[in-house]
């Protein structure tokens, strides 16, 4: 699992690449724990190169999300695939976050 941060116009973008399980998420922590302190802005999570989530990358974006309620930031996922989209549902995810 790789995860990028990129700042542009006003907006940081995370996107990650490969499976996003409980080991990929501990070492992830180091690169998202840093976002929270900026969850005033717009957070896009860019899922295109991830190719599975397991409770543990549920949990990161949760903890993005409620920061950026806290905070009045806004979190946007996009380009999930049909899997995740999948997992999305069964959690009840989709109608906690904006999906593009």
């Known amino acids: 699992m790789k995860t990028k941060v990129t700042k542009e116009e006003g907006q940081i973008i995370v996107a990650f690449t490969g499976r996003l399980d409980t080991p990929a998420a501990q070492e992830a922590n180091p690169v998202i724990n840093p976002l929270l302190d900026e969850a005033d ?20 974006f949760l ?18 695939n049909d899997d995740i989209r999948s997992v999305f549902m069964m959690t009840g995810f989709l109608n906690l976050f904006e999906i593009r």
Do not use: F, P, W
């Open 63 to 80: 903890t993005l999300r409620k920061a950026a309620e806290d905070k009045g930031g806004k979190i946007i996922i996009q380009n999930i």
């Open 41 to 60: 802005k717009t957070i896009i999570l860019d899922c295109k190169e991830m190719s599975y989530i397991s409770s543990s990358g549920l949990r990161i």
